[in-house]
Nanobody, 124 residues
């Protein structure tokens, strides 16, 4: 199994910054893509940003120019740097990782794992 643990959430004033981390552990051969999603109260979970490589990054329009996604393959960790935060960024932020587990004699099993979420609250 692959476990994801998010950290770095908290309370910040509008205009401030936070850096979220997502540490992956367990039976990992590769992390092919990582993503950040968020869910505000009463709303559906939405995509914030995804990264497969330095040349394959996507952002939601609402965060472009303010958020930066990255990942450190050596540490099996992903990051979301959030600047110029707005009250509408308030949500629970979830990390997702997709990749392959070690060879089991037949194939490299794939995985699609989620973290437990971290609360981000932006006050006006």
């Amino acid at each position: 199994q692959v476990q994801l643990v998010e950290s770095g959430g908290g309370l910040v004033q509008a205009g401030g910054s936070l850096r979220l981390s997502c540490a992956a552990s367990g039976s990992i051969f590769s992390i092919n893509a990582m993503g950040w999603y968020r869910q505000a109260p009463g709303k559906q979970r939405e995509l914030v940003a995804t990264i497969a490589s330095s040349s394959n990054i996507n952002y939601a329009d609402s965060v472009k120019g303010r958020f930066t996604i990255s990942k450190d393959n050596a540490k099996n960790t992903g990051y979301l740097q959030m600047n110029s935060l707005k009250p509408e960024d308030t949500a629970v932020y979830y990390c997702n990782a997709q990749g392959l587990r070690p060879w089991n004699g037949v194939r490299f099993p794939d995985y699609d794992s989620w973290g437990q979420g971290t609360q981000v609250t932006v006050s006006s």
